[in-house]
């Protein structure tokens, strides 16, 4: 394109194959939309080949279930997790010349439930969320900063979130601070609609329950600023 050619007119691509990466959404969309090639994500490492693929309904991994067996357990207590539940992706390759044994990826991810719309019956993965160290626990369940963009990405009105996490007794608690976009703001009859909006929107996501939402003026939040805060034992 930097050449001056009309990469659509010239190059007859179709269909892409992509791996060894998480494919942003946004990358994605430019390539479907602007560019006209369907792209398909492969999930696999370098020690096990292909793991998943994704099919025309672009709705999570299915697992090639011939080559491997994929569990989904909790890091720290190696418990096999259900549908729905994240945690660390665990493959298992019987493959005679190099098989694998209960290898742990560091990836994390969950099980979708129901069946696929394209009729295939093996199992699904909702595609890779990230890795583990990313990750912090609340309430024994994990919050990606992946998942955060998520919510973020559906809801007009917030600009960007930070996830504070903190500790009242026994009990894990989850704030959010919000950034509200400038229209919004100064708008404080839409505050709590847009905050129920937030709180279901993260149940949803992220199958946590929020105990305490505060907005901000947009550009608060500094972009280096991590956006999962641990302020768990630290006094
Ligand atoms: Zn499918």
């Given at each position: 394109?930097?050449?001056?050619?009309?990469?659509?007119?010239i190059?007859?691509?179709?269909?892409?194959?992509?791996t060894?990466?998480?494919?942003?959404?946004?990358?994605?969309q430019?390539?479907?939309?602007?560019?006209?090639?369907?792209?398909?994500?492969f999930?696999?490492?370098?020690?096990?080949g292909?793991?998943?693929?994704?099919?025309?309904?672009?709705?999570?991994?299915?697992?090639?279930?011939?080559?491997?067996?994929v569990?989904?357990?909790?890091?720290?207590?190696?418990?096999?997790?259900?549908?729905?539940?994240m945690g660390?992706?665990?493959v298992?390759s019987?493959?005679?010349?190099?098989?694998?044994?209960?290898?742990?990826?560091?990836?994390?991810?969950?099980?979708?439930?129901?069946?696929?719309?394209?009729?295939k019956?093996?199992?699904?993965?909702?595609?890779?969320?990230?890795?583990?160290?990313?990750?912090?626990?609340?309430?024994?369940l994990?919050?990606?900063?992946?998942q955060?963009?998520e919510?973020?990405?559906?809801?007009?009105?917030?600009?960007?979130?930070q996830?504070?996490?903190?500790?009242?007794?026994?009990?894990d608690?989850l704030?959010?601070?919000?950034?509200?976009?400038?229209?919004?703001?100064?708008?404080?009859?839409?505050?709590?609609?847009?905050?129920?909006?937030?709180?279901?929107?993260?149940?949803?996501?992220?199958?946590?329950?929020?105990?305490e939402?505060?907005?901000?003026?947009?550009?608060?939040?500094n972009?280096?600023?991590?956006?999962?805060?641990?302020?768990?034992?630290?006094?």
């Amino acid at each position: 394109q930097d050449m001056g050619y009309d990469f659509k007119k010239i190059f007859k691509l179709r269909l892409a194959s992509v791996t060894g990466e998480m494919l942003p959404s946004d990358l994605r969309q430019k390539l479907q939309h602007e560019y006209g090639i369907a792209v398909r994500q492969f999930y696999g490492t370098a020690e096990i080949g292909t793991i998943g693929y994704e099919c025309s309904e672009q709705e999570g991994l299915h697992i090639l279930e011939d080559a491997v067996i994929v569990e989904i357990i909790d890091p720290q207590t190696g418990r096999q997790l259900g549908p729905g539940e994240m945690g660390e992706v665990v493959v298992t390759s019987l493959n005679r010349l190099f098989p694998v044994i209960r290898f742990r990826t560091g990836d994390l991810s969950c099980y979708l439930e129901g069946a696929c719309k394209c009729g295939k019956t093996s199992p699904r993965l909702k595609g890779i969320l990230g890795r583990i160290g990313e990750a912090k626990k609340v309430r024994g369940l994990f919050l990606h900063p992946k998942q955060l963009k998520e919510v973020v990405s559906k809801l007009p009105e917030i600009t960007r979130i930070q996830a504070l996490i903190g500790r009242r007794g026994y009990r894990d608690e989850l704030k959010l601070k919000a950034e509200l976009g400038s229209l919004y703001y100064g708008r404080l009859d839409e505050h709590e609609r847009i905050a129920e909006k937030l709180e279901s929107k993260f149940k949803e996501l992220c199958r946590l329950k929020v105990d305490e939402i505060e907005f901000v003026r947009e550009g608060s939040i500094n972009e280096n600023e991590p956006m999962i805060v641990d302020e768990r034992g630290m006094g």
